[in-house]
T-cell receptor, first 113, second 113 residues
Framework: DAGVTQSPTHLIKTRGQQVTLRCSPK?????VSWYQQALGQGPQFIFQ???????QRGNFPDRFSGHQFPNYSSELNVNALLLGDSALYLC????????????FGEGSRLTVL | GESVGLHLPTLSVQEGDNSIINCAYS??????FIWYKQESGKGPQFIID?????DKRQGQRVTVLLNKTVKHLSLQIAATQPGDSAVYFC????????????FGQGTRLTINP
């Protein structure tokens, strides 16, 4: 049973560009959350998707947007990249409303130059 | 605002000894707490969780203690092994079932042979 898979694993962009990161949840999970983890810090909640809608959002600007598809997979889009957007972007999947363990993927490492 | 913090950024212990990792939280209304382990290059991995109506929970070689009076959380690892070397995060779910986790900065645990 595949866990949470993310792509790409690493990517480099320049300031002002746009990036799309992808996530496939663990089989059977219907909820996907995205987190940003800066180097040496704990992950920070960006937003959560369920039933193809954004259900909750953290303190991130509108440059961060997402999407969830009917098969529960999800994308995270970041526009107008800033140097400070360099981080590990983690996807986590779960069952909606079950405050149990979240299953995290291994992340996409984004470097903005 | 809400925050989850850790007392020590690094902890070194001898192989076979017990480890205790501490965490302070600021929101007395928080209902649910989780400890995660993150190895280099990987996403956070669930270790153990505890609800606010409990003060202790045990797993395999791990115990979580919750002291709501002083808003303190700890993770005890018995008979630490080299494979326990990682960064450990405590996380707080501010709204039960929301899965909108607030992570602390993390503690790096190093096991000395």
């Amino acid at each position: 049973d595949a866990g949470v898979t993310q792509s790409p694993t690493h990517l480099i962009k320049t300031r002002g560009q746009q990036v799309t990161l992808r996530c496939s949840p663990k089989s059977g999970h219907d909820t996907v959350s995205w987190y940003q983890q800066a180097l040496g810090q704990g992950p920070q909640f960006i937003f959560q998707y369920y039933e193809e809608e954004e259900r909750q959002r953290g303190n991130f600007p509108d440059r961060f947007s997402g999407h969830q598809f009917p098969n529960y997979s999800s994308e995270l889009n970041v526009n107008a990249l800033l140097l400070g957007d360099s981080a590990l972007y983690l996807c986590a999947s779960s069952f909606q409303g079950r405050t149990g363990e979240l299953f995290f993927g291994e992340g996409s490492r984004l470097t903005v130059l | 605002g809400e925050s989850v913090g850790l007392h020590l950024p690094t902890l070194s212990v001898q192989e076979g000894d017990n480890s205790i990792i501490n965490c302070a939280y600021s929101n007395s209304a928080s209902d649910y707490f989780i400890w995660y382990k993150q190895e280099s290059g990987k996403g956070p991995q669930f270790i153990i969780d505890i609800r606010s109506n409990m003060d202790k929970r045990q797993g395999q070689r791990v115990t979580v203690l919750l002291n709501k009076t002083v808003k303190h959380l700890s993770l005890q690892i018995a008979a630490t092994q080299p494979g326990d070397s990682a960064v450990y995060f405590c996380a707080e779910d501010l709204i039960q079932g929301a899965q909108k986790l607030v992570f602390g900065q993390g503690t790096r645990l190093t096991i000395n042979p």
